[in-house]
């Protein structure tokens, strides 16, 4: 079992950067998939970012690609999402997750671990 929580959300204005963390504990990162995802009221879950086992492939979604990069470092536990250039539509709930996987998946319910979730707003 892995636990995970995310911070490093917050309230931003349009053009900014935050940083989100996502720290896990129990079993070794390194033998999970991350990803992270994003839900908006009224909104379904959706895709964001994700990152094999070793942090050499990653893939981000079409709207935040060039804006924003995941990362991760498997000896502190812990996987990034930075954010550049924020926009008001970014305004969500963002969930990290894990999969015990060495590939990455765009598909939400292939991740079994996930955490509380962070709030960003991004005011215009």
């Known amino acids: 079992q892995v636990q995970l929580v995310e911070s490093g959300g917050g309230l931003v204005q349009a053009g900014g950067s935050l940083r989100l963390s996502c720290a896990a504990s129990?079993?070794?990162?390194?033998?999970?998939?991350m990803a992270w995802f994003r839900q908006a009221p009224g909104s379904q879950r959706e895709f964001v970012a994700a990152?094999?086992?070793?942090?050499?492939?990653?893939k981000h979604a079409d709207s935040v690609k060039g804006r924003f990069t995941i990362s991760r470092d498997n000896a502190k536990k812990t996987v990034y999402l930075q954010m550049n250039s924020l926009k008001p539509e970014d305004t969500a709930v963002y969930y990290c997750a894990a999969s015990p996987s060495t590939t990455y998946y765009v598909n939400a319910e292939l991740y079994n671990h996930w955490g509380q979730g962070t709030q960003v707003t991004v005011s215009s």
């Open positions: 990152i094999d086992w070793s942090g050499i492939t990653a």
């Open positions: 129990g079993r070794t990162l390194s033998r999970y998939a």
